[in-house]
């Protein structure tokens, strides 16, 4: 079973490879191919690392490999969540929404909002996000994200 820990410096170049991976195989199913190219190639190791100060970031490793990371804001945003795309639907998203659930709830948030991708709608309905409304992403904001919200 995948361990959760806080996320290290060392471990951006693995969570680069894992968030473009996971965008390249899993969202392009649900994105047109020129949005995933924007959107796989806008991190590297070094946005990450810098980003990092900024947010709370986990990673799920399994036999000393990461496979996947999620993040929040010090104000109760939700800003990401990552799943190799091998070991989708094995429980490790639920790990990390829960880890990052318990924390801003000791930082004394009372809800949590993000932003989902069309690909993760479900899995945030499953956790008992409430839609709130559509909203847009990409270079001309025409890419659809749904606004959820969870009340803690
Ligand atoms: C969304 C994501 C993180 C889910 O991770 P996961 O490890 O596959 O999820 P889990 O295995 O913990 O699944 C938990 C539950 O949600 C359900 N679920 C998972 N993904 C789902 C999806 N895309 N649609 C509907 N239900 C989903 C599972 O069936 C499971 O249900 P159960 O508890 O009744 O068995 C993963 O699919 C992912 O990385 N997606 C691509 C990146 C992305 O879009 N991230 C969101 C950015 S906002």
């Known amino acids: 079973m995948a361990r959760v820990r ?9 969570i680069a490879c894992l968030r473009c991976q996971t965008i390249r195989h899993v969202n392009a199913r649900d994105y047109p ?5 924007r959107w796989a ?20 490793v399994e036999q000393s490999r990461i496979v996947g990371f999620c993040e929040h804001t010090f104000d109760g945003v939700l800003s ?15 790990r990390l929404l829960a880890v990052a659930e318990a924390s801003l709830e000791r930082l004394g948030c009372k809800r949590i909002m993000l932003d989902s991708t069309v690909t993760a709608k479900g899995f945030y309905a499953a ?11 990409g270079e001309n904001a025409s890419e659809p994200v749904y606004k959820m919200l969870k009340t803690l």
């Open 6 to 14: 806080p996320a290290r410096d060392e471990d951006c170049a693995a």
């Open 33 to 37: 191919a020129d949005v995933i190219r």
């Open 41 to 60: 190639t806008k991190e590297n190791a070094g946005t990450l690392r810098m980003s990092g100060a900024g947010c709370k970031r986990w990673v799920a």
């Open 80 to 94: 990401r969540i990552y799943v190799h795309k091998d070991r989708l639907e094995t429980g490790i998203g639920s």
């Open 127 to 137: 956790k008992r996000y409430r839609f709130v409304k559509k909203g847009t992403y």
